[in-house]
């Protein structure tokens, strides 16, 4: 692990709340961790387990999924479908050897800017302290066998 | 796929994204990713001149993709867009990278923002050659609107709509519309007659041709979309035949049965089993308490019916709840405020301590239609208190209970002292706050006049109210504890009545009503607005707008503005007849669908039917409104949702994570 | 030989179950003998790898592999019979993706040799020998191939043509597909794209299956032996895990039609990555528990009680696609072995 490691998080950021929060954090000039890289989806409930693992395998050290408070969902019950997707996901990710800290679920309304600043600052100090996941490299690569060479990996941040 | 050229558009936003974003870098590096055709960095993108720049490089260079890295989306995706369609390029293909408010404003270190940025727009350069082009989809708006809660807000409402032409069902939960403005004496800081005010507007409402009124009625269902709702309304059983009632009252007279008022005298006072809430109700027609009719309890009375004058007779003991199906194009929700409950902060002692009063209390009392006939006097219905405290802030700006300051109770309170000085001018009246807030036209002139008629001001927070007294003087009183943190010592001041100012707070069902309109509250119950400050009476769920106290804590003047404000939204929509739609929506391939019924129960505005003839679901694009959960829930990678399908989402992965992963495993 | 195309069929990590499957198209296995010459077959025609190393590249038309990627001799026979093959077909589900064999993909290699050479109730190891690589006798040196971490498809080893699903396929497929490739190779018609899935519906297990469909709410799953099906409903909304929404068909729903839920033997749908994800994924959205309004802690424990009856999420929803899922294994002792 070098030691000036900066974990790249992957944010999948509902549109109506937590993608509105992270605007809000910006807009509010709060400063937090700019690790955490989102993608908007129009919900939590548009998060497909799929997503979260094929960030995991291509180099994301953990993801984030972001949504409305449970009750909150701009379409009513989006985020308890993700809430139960990633109960499910959780358990499955154990047997895959992922650890908790890198795949996680917040909610944060539009107007918690401070609340998703707080959580991306938290998860991403859970996950440096976890070191690189490097999927590719660390897990898949070294089968006992010839790999195809990799090609340079970009200098880290 | 790879024939695309895209043009890539880094905004300087003029330092806002330059001091921390190297943005030439950021254009550099992406002109040279693929089918990236150009890319240019500007100062302000948003700008006509840097519109333009997209404009004449679509047409010049046959751009087919447009990406701008600079702000949000929800600030200038319509702008992009615009530029886009001006240019003659369908505007979906377009996407934006949010290289402001979630890089350059969240971080001082420059290397990690600009890495940032270039991962965000490689994101979006990525994403954007698998968008295809869309185009909005038509809705037209059914003209009738639904206005649920008829208090001021809602009335507000209903009467500029109506007024403007359009019709207007008017859904109320008590028998009379009105709200709790009806129930006040005066309203601050002019101190008009409430019911003055209120009823010429109420019997508006009542008369107006455009406007169905339905009172003692609720919305139990609702379905379908913007321009096209189905709101099933239960018109519960009045008992009473509103065709032939002239509303003369006689019943009312003759009924035999009298029980406390705990609605609209707020346990003040009495009324008949047949009644009207309030003399000046709309409508005028009574309605049978079914729970505490004599006839209905034992089988005889029917004195209302005895005396009734209509031919024929206007009670009618078998009358139904009638379930009515109203379609309308806009709802707006009205539906009020409840007072906290004080019995939740013992120490103040409602309930046990009998000269403890709540305002909507002391509002009746000094009614001069009130239980007292506008007399201020003590539980026993004839004292008059010679001291008077009123507490600010009970149950609002409080930790334990609500922490928002619930805006309207200072003022409340003020007009509570002046009217004990008015009607009691010897009385000492002790008004105990936290923080004095009076900001409104008027506002701050009342509480000076309030210290000019001598009001004692206490500023502190009342620990305690009770009835053991510690030295002779506080004998048979009530005495309010307060730190008064003014001058720095604790007080106890006694006093004959003390009146609490509760906080205003959510509809104990306001949950499920926010669940039954498909739009939001928060955390205290209060419907959730769709900008805070900028779309204060629209909703997340197009279509359906919020007026009033529902949406927070506030007093007449703003709910009137409100009320009018979302009347005006929705005549927008009146007017325009037609209105586009994001096409943003689920489609199921149906020469792939197994009819495994995964994505049935996904859809909560229930827009995917199930064919039993082909065995195959279906999503009805009207109703969708593109969340995308069944995309996510299909087993089967069938069910496609535009502008966010999985090769789009699974490019911008790979895209966001360019510097990463660039190594491809085959053995 | 004779100039009749050639066949080949290679048996790598499998159980086998594949070759006779081929014998399981019945008299039509006289058209396959009328049409091609075998050129290699271990299992029914004693071939030697010298054999093939004297073929001239290409010289096979359509070669057969059955089975997922171990070890380095599979490795080496892979990359052998793709430069003597003009075909590479990807013969059922451990060569497509990996299958049963690549379920050791969630553990190490060390754990796998402990359970076949310690653990097992069967085994009588006193010494604790284990395989090693190399191993000198007097006659020279005996070698082993190197036993790998991680069990890949086939295509993550050589350049596939085409992939037939199934454990194992399904006779009528597997003729099926042998006729379009003998109409190719005799007449000259199309085939399909390189890369295809051949040998499918396209459409997933549920559309064959004739169980009663209705909506899906789960509040509690049974393992197989937990439960007796109530005859022509829906498995899965039995509480049976049943792959068969997320798998594609063609196998006729052999299994759910006899009580057992789709162990997903045909993988995913064309167009999906990741089998075992979208399966997860429509499993969760049907789950009975948790509603907007209670409290979030709550909520999510709700909905943790009625998945901690699924036993073991990847090992059931990547039965027979680990190799070939996103993540391809699992990580143990920190890295992938």
Known sequence: MSENFEPVIVGFLCNWCSYRAADLAGTARLKYAPNMRPIRVMCSGRVDPQFVLKALRNGADGVMIAGCHPGECHYVSGNIKALRRFVLLKKMLRQLGVEEERVQLVWASASEGIILAEKVDKMTAEVRALGPLNWNKTVLGGNGHPVVKAEPVAEEV | ?667 | MSDKPKLAMYWSASCGGCEISVLNIHEHILTVDEVFDVAFFPCIADFKVHHVESYPDGYIDVCLWNGAVRNSEGEHMAHLLRQKSKFMVAYGSCAYEGCIPALSNLTSKEATFNTVYFDNPSIDNPNKVLPTESVQVTEGELTLPTFWNTVKSLDQVIDVDYYLPGCPPEPPQIWAVLQVIVGALLEGKPLPPKGSLVGHSGVAVCEECPLEKSEKTITKFFRPYEIVPEPGVCLLEQGIVCNGPATVGGCGALCPQVGMGCRGCYGPLPGVEDQGGKMLSAIASVIGAGEAGMDEHEIERQIEAVVDTIVDPAGTFYRFSMAHSLLERAKVNGKGE
């Open chain 2, 1 to 667: 796929m790879n024939e695309e050229k895209v043009g890539v558009y880094v905004c300087h936003c003029g330092t806002n994204i330059a001091k921390v974003v190297d943005v030439v870098d950021v254009a550099t590096w992406a002109g040279e990713q693929p089918n990236v055709e150009v890319a240019r960095e500007y100062k302000f993108m948003c700008s006509s001149l840097g519109q333009e720049l997209i404009e004449q490089d679509i047409k010049e260079k046959g751009l087919t993709r447009v990406v701008v890295a600079s702000c949000s989306p929800h600030m200038h995706e319509k702008t992009f867009r615009g530029a886009c369609e001006r240019a003659g390029l369908n505007p979906f293909l377009f996407e934006m990278a949010n290289i402001r408010e979630h890089d350059s404003w969240i971080t001082d270190d420059k290397v990690a923002a600009t890495q940032k940025a270039k991962s965000l727009t490689n994101a979006a350069i990525a994403r954007v050659v698998h968008h295809q082009p869309l185009e909005p989809i038509p809705v037209e708006i059914n003209p009738n609107t639904l206005i649920v809660g008829g208090g001021i807000a809602g009335i507000t409402a209903a009467l500029e709509l109506a007024d403007a032409g359009n019709h207007v069902y008017l859904v109320e939960r008590e028998p009379s519309i009105g709200g709790h403005m009806a129930q006040l004496d005066k309203t601050f800081p002019t101190l008009d007659c409430s019911a003055c005010i209120l009823t010429p507007k109420m019997v508006d409402v009542g008369q107006h041709a455009n406007i169905t009124l339905l009172t003692w009625s609720e919305v139990e269902e609702l379905d379908g979309y913007l321009g096209n709702f189905t709101a099933t309304v239960r018109k519960k059983a009045r008992y009473v035949n509103e065709e032939v009632c002239t509303g003369c009252g006689i019943c009312i007279e003759k009924c035999p049965a009298k029980v406390l008022d705990e609605v609209f005298e707020v346990g003040m006072g009495t009324r008949k089993v047949i009644y009207r809430p309030f003399p000046q109700a709309v409508p005028k027609y009574p309605v049978i308490d079914k729970e505490n009719c004599i006839y209905f309890l034992r089988g005889k009375c029917k004195a209302c019916e005895l005396f009734c004058p209509t031919e024929p007779n206007s009670i009618d003991f078998t009358q139904k709840d009638e379930i009515l199906k109203l379609q309308v194009g806009n709802i707006i929700l009205a539906t009020g405020y409840d007072l906290f409950d004080v019995k939740r902060i013992p120490q103040y002692g409602y309930g046990r301590l009998k000269n403890v009063f709540t305002s909507l209390e002391f509002e009746r009392m000094v009614n001069a239609s009130g239980p007292t006939d506008g007399k201020i006097v003590l539980r026993d219905g004839k004292t008059p208190p010679a001291s008077v405290a009123i507490v600010h802030c009970v149950g609002s700006r409080d930790e334990n209970y609500h922490k928002y300051c619930s805006k309207i109770c200072c003022m409340y309170s003020l007009k509570f002292a002046h009217l004990v000085h008015e009607r009691i001018p010897d009385a000492e009246v002790y008004n105990c706050y936290i923080d004095m807030r009076t900001p409104g036209k008027g506002y701050e002139e009342f509480y000076h006049r309030l210290l000019e008629e001598g009001t004692n001001f206490i500023r502190g927070k009342v620990a305690e109210i009770t009835d053991a007294p510690r030295i002779p003087a506080e004998e048979g009183k009530l005495v309010v504890q307060v730190e008064d943190t003014l001058i720095g010592r604790q007080r106890r001041v006694p006093v004959d009545m003390v009146i609490l100012s509760p906080a205003m707070e959510a509809k104990p069902d306001s949950k499920e009503v926010s669940q039954l309109f498909k739009m939001g509250c928060d955390f205290d119950g209060f419907f959730t607005e769709r900008h805070p400050k900028l779309d204060p009476v629209a909703t997340m769920t197009e279509g359906i707008y919020i007026a009033g106290a529902c949406q927070g804590p506030k007093d007449v003047p703003e709910s009137v503005v409100q009320g009018a404000a979302a009347a005006a939204r929705v005549a927008g929509l009146i007017n325009r007849g037609t209105v586009m739609m994001e096409p943003v929506r689920a489609n199921i391939d149906q020469d792939k669908c197994s009819g495994c019924r995964i994505c049935n129960n996904m859809c909560p505005y229930n827009a995917i039917v199930f064919h039993e003839d082909r065995h195959v679901s279906e999503v009805i694009t009207a109703l969708c409104q593109g969340c995308g959960t069944c995309v996510a829930a299909c087993p089967s990678g069938i069910i496609t949702g535009a502008h966010f399908t999985n090769d789009q989402v699974f490019s911008e992965i790979e895209g966001i994570l360019w510097d990463v992963r660039p190594e491809k495993v085959l053995a």
